[in-house]
């Protein structure tokens, strides 16, 4: 990135760097799916899923939907049909949101989305975060993650991803910080969810750090870094070698 004065000299205040030859970012619709990793699948989640999918991952959450849902807007879903309604308002251009179907061995195991899609500014979150328990700790889980990062920041073009939570979801928050997102803020009050006062812890990952993460994900995931049981031999760094890491605080 070309680097200018950080004051202007003509006014005496200072201002950002210059963004050269900058282009609005893609959507993540105007690109081919799906996005095919070593270990799981990402395929758009709307309308078109077929029913058999739809009913994996209504059974996925079953047995967890009491604690599951707890700190999202949604769920839980009482019957498929209540599920395909939630699928279908993620369509609207009004949500702002692309869902994915996250796929293990073509058995679908869980969602995850982009939202908050500023193309204007480079600027995307990932949201809507929901593994069941046979993806929660597991390889694919963090590749999921990695998929859609690789996706927004290499292929769209994307300059910052966000992740946001209820400030309340510990479990929420760690992944964040395992996966190298940088907290960045907590928003008081930001919302009322579920007829309960939420507030909003906020996180991200810029394309500056990306090309220190992506190598690491990289090591992670290679299958040479698992036991023949699937233990990992080593752990996921990217909390440690994220360069914001050591200037927060």
Request: aromatic residues 12%; proline residues 4%; contains cysteine.
């Amino acid at each position: 990135m070309t680097q200018v004065p950080s004051v202007a000299e003509s006014i005496d205040q200072p201002i950002g760097d210059i963004v050269p030859n900058w282009t609005p970012s893609l959507h993540p619709l105007s690109q081919t799916h799906p996005l095919q990793g070593q270990y799981c699948r990402l395929e758009l989640l709307n309308s078109q899923t077929s029913d058999t999918i739809i009913q994996q991952l209504f059974d996925a959450f079953k047995p967890t939907e009491q604690t599951h849902f707890t700190y999202v807007a949604y769920g839980p879903f009482t019957t498929t049909d209540e599920f395909k309604e939630f699928i279908k308002s993620k369509e609207l251009p009004s949500s702002g949101t692309v869902l994915y179907c996250i796929l293990v061995n073509d058995i679908a195991v869980g969602f995850i989305s982009f939202l908050r899609i500023n193309q204007q500014n480079g600027s995307i979150e990932i949201g809507n975060v929901s593994f069941s328990e046979k993806l929660l700790r597991t390889r694919a889980a963090t590749e999921a993650n990695f998929l859609m990062l690789q996706y927004a920041f290499d292929i769209l073009g994307y300059r910052r991803l966000e992740w946001k939570c209820n400030a309340l979801n510990a479990k929420s928050c760690r992944a964040a910080l395992r996966l190298g997102y940088q907290y960045e803020c907590t928003w008081i009050k930001a919302e009322v969810c579920k007829g309960r006062s939420r507030d909003n812890a906020w996180f991200s990952i810029i394309d500056d750090e990306w090309a220190v993460l992506k190598p690491e994900f990289q090591r992670w995931l290679n299958s040479n870094n698992f036991d023949s049981n699937g233990q990992q031999l080593t752990k996921l760094n990217s909390a440690q070698i994220n360069p914001r890491s050591h200037n927060v605080g």
